[in-house]
Every structure is written in structure tokens, then in C-alpha cells.
């Protein structure tokens, strides 16, 4: 999960030439304005980070901006949450107690997706 974090706050110091609220910019083209908003706005760094602290974290975190390996690890964990609730669907059967963290998770991997998508390589 933190891995998709950092994802996140990289594509994020990418667009710093966008004109007006960065984090709106970057939020209107994915796929879920309102999560996207409420992700990047929880990380105070994320609407106030300067270059070098973009630069560091994109040459720590990402090796020659390999965007299709980033889309590539993303999708290796998209079927975790349906994994994890198909098992509630296997004899016995049970409600899953925590359907919620894997749709919130579902939603947060589409919203990496969507960004991955605006920077393809």
C-alpha cells in the first residue's frame, strides 16, 4: 500500500506545470475525482512539494521513469480484494468483515491505474 502511495504523490510531482489547484488538475482525469482528491489531500506534502523533494522521491522510488512496470505491479495486486472476498463465498459461507477496505482498495488501484494511464511511456 504504500508503494501505491508513493505511486500517487510521483505522478502528482509530475504535472507541477499545471496552472491553478494541482491536485484538482490531476484529479479531474481520473477515474474517481472525489477519492483522488481525498488521497492527495491527506498527505500535506502533496499540494506544497518542492522539486527537490519530487526529484528525490521519483529517483528513489522509480528507476528511469518505467511507467509500464509501475502499471505492470499495479495490475499484479488488482485481484487481491477479489480474492480475498471470494474466499467468503467458499462452503462455509460468511459475510466478508471487510468488503468495504477491499471495494476502498479496488477504488484506490483503479485511481492508480487511471493515473498510470496519463503517463504512458
Do not use: H, W
Not at 82 to 96: K, Q, W
Request: net charge negative; charged share 25%; with cysteine.
Amino acid at each position: 500500500m504504500k508503494a501505491l502511495s508513493v505511486i500517487f504523490i510521483f505522478f502528482l510531482s509530475l504535472v507541477t506545470f499545471s496552472l491553478g489547484d494541482l491536485i484538482e488538475d490531476v484529479c479531474q482525469r481520473s477515474s474517481d475525482f472525489k477519492v483522488c482528491i481525498d488521497a492527495l489531500r491527506a498527505d500535506p506534502k502533496s499540494s506544497s512539494t518542492d522539486k527537490k523533494y519530487d526529484a528525490t522521491s521519483a529517483i528513489k522510488y522509480f528507476d528511469a521513469n518505467d511507467f509500464l512496470a509501475a502499471r505492470t505491479s499495479t495490475t499484479a495486486i488488482a485481484s487481491a480484494p477479489d480474492t480475498c472476498e471470494e474466499t467468503f463465498n467458499e462452503s462455509p459461507l460468511r459475510i466478508s468483515p471487510i468488503k468495504s477496505k477491499d471495494d476502498d482498495f479496488m477504488n484506490f488501484i483503479g485511481l492508480t491505474m487511471s493515473l498510470l494511464n496519463q503517463f504512458k511511456n
